[in-house]
Every structure is written in structure tokens, then in C-alpha cells.
């Protein structure tokens, strides 16, 4: 599988997942069901948020390089979404296209501010169009649960999901607040990343193996499954309990719980 997504195939990819956004909230019996995985919102709630992330998201490409996001104005009149279904429909569907021509008119170089400003991703619109990928990814997964039939990610997105999350999500330069230590996610699909962590912060390595002539030292723990399964784990939809893991599992239980921007 190839390791690293082209930026048209990133926007194919927010269209095909937020494509099927769409579908569950059409099919759904009702609007207000629970969402289970996120704990006090209904489907539109997650709807809503949807929306209005991909909005506040055009909003940060289109200003440009900057040391901050735009004002709130620049993506939420304070409306909110509307709450006739078809309504509603219609203004996700405006909410994606506006992200898609802003980032299409942007190219995957533009700088741009991003929440991510001391991680191993880039402050760039490139940057921004695969990490919405991954949102809208696992708000359908949401969605798809709230109606009681949850997929798992697609395989591009999942496979690609994996990195993004170590390098934008977990890397920065912020001291980790235990023992130094390393660990390992291995992908079925063949993905495998350590994460190392220290004092200097955090940062994600591709494995590399003995015949590539480079030496690696043996991480504290590992966890194994599926490409899905590991964004899952990684976003908190499924425990760790369901994977498979090796070695200090305490690690794994401090990642989980450390908040670096604390």
C-alpha cells in the first residue's frame, strides 16, 4: 500500500467520508438519537460540528500564514445549523464544499496557522486537508455507530491515519512527564512507527529493520492491529483492551491520559 497520500487524494477522501456523513444523517430515524461515543450529543449535534469544523477550517487555510485563527466571525455567523433535516443536508453539503474549493484554490503549500504548531506536521494547508480527512473519518464512524452499524475506516484513510496521528497529534517538543521510554504501533496492512518519549518531548520514527543496515533499539511496549483499530485506539472510540499489546502496558495507560497542553 502506498505510504503517503497525494493532496488530490486527500480532498477525494473528505469528499468520499463526508459522502458518507451525509448518508447517515438522511437515513437516520431521528435527529436527536444519542451519539455513544460522544458522551451529551445527539446526531445533531455531531452534525452541527461537523458543519461548523469544516468551516472554521476554509476559514484558517484562507487567511494565510498567521500566529493565530481568524476571528470566530470569519466561520460562525452564530446561527448554528438548521434543524429541518433537509435544511440541515443542504448546509452540510455547503460546509464541505466550501472546505474542498478553499483548499483546492490554496494547493498544499500554502502556510497557514494550525493547532499543531510544534508537532512534525506542517503549518500548511497540505497539512490541514489530511488532517480533515481523519476528522470527518471518525465523525462518520460516530455517526455509524449512533445508528448501530460502525465500519471500519476505509484502508487509505486508516493507513495514512496512523502517522497523521503520531506526527500532528502526539509529537511536540513538550517534556513527557514520566521515565523516557518507546513504543510501537504496528499496522497489519505493514505501517509500523515508534514513539519516543522524553524529557525533549515526544517524537514519531518510522521502524526501521536490521537489512536496512540501521539499527533500532527495542521499544517498552507495542500494539498491534489493524490499521482501523489503531486510529480508533488512537482517537478513544475503541479500549486498548482490544488490541493486541506487548511489554509495558503502564506507558501506554500515561499516553492516553497525558494532556500536553496542560
Known amino acids: ?27 437516520a430515524p431521528s435527529l436527536d438519537v444519542p451519539v455513544p461515543s460522544c458522551p451529551g450529543w445527539t446526531l445533531f449535534d455531531l452534525a452541527q460540528h461537523v458543519g461548523v469544523g469544516r468551516r472554521k477550517a476554509a476559514a484558517i487555510v484562507a487567511a494565510g500564514p498567521a500566529d493565530a485563527p481568524p476571528d470566530k466571525s470569519a466561520w460562525d455567523d452564530g446561527t448554528g445549523a438548521p434543524r429541518e433535516r433537509e435544511a440541515l443536508l443542504a448546509w452540510l453539503t455547503e460546509s464541505i464544499d466550501l472546505l474542498a474549493s478553499t483548499l483546492r484554490e490554496a494547493g498544499p503549500e500554502r502556510g497557514c496557522w494550525t493547532w499543531w504548531g510544534d508537532s512534525q506536521s506542517p503549518q500548511t494547508s497540505g497539512g490541514v486537508a489530511r488532517h480533515q480527512v481523519q476528522e470527518v473519518a471518525m465523525h462518520t464512524y460516530d455517526a455509524q455507530l449512533t445508528l448501530g452499524a460502525p465500519q471500519p475506516l476505509p484502508d487509505e484513510v486508516a493507513f495514512d491515519g496512523v502517522e497523521e496521528f503520531l506526527f500532528t497529534c502526539c509529537a511536540t517538543d513538550v ?52 490499521a482501523s483499530d489503531l486510529v480508533l485506539l488512537f482517537y478513544g472510540r475503541i479500549p486498548l483492551d482490544s488490541l493486541k499489546v506487548d511489554g509495558d502496558r503502564r506507558i501506554f495507560e500515561q499516553l492516553i491520559a497525558w494532556d500536553p497542553s496542560a
Open 1 to 27: 500500500m502506498k505510504k503517503t497520500l497525494e493532496f488530490p487524494e486527500l480532498l477525494r477522501l473528505i469528499d468520499e467520508r463526508s459522502t458518507a456523513f451525509h448518508t447517515v444523517v438522511a437515513s
Open 175 to 226: 517534556a513527557w512527564p514520566h521515565e523516557p521510554a518507546a513504543v510501537a504501533y504496528h499496522a497489519a496492512e505493514g505501517r509500523s512507527l515508534h514513539l519516543r518519549l522524553s524529557p525533549e518531548g515526544a517524537q514519531a520514527v518510522h521502524v526501521r529493520t536490521p537489512d536496512a543496515g540501521v539499527d533500532q533499539d527495542p521499544p517498552d511496549g507495542s500494539v498491534w492491529g489493524t
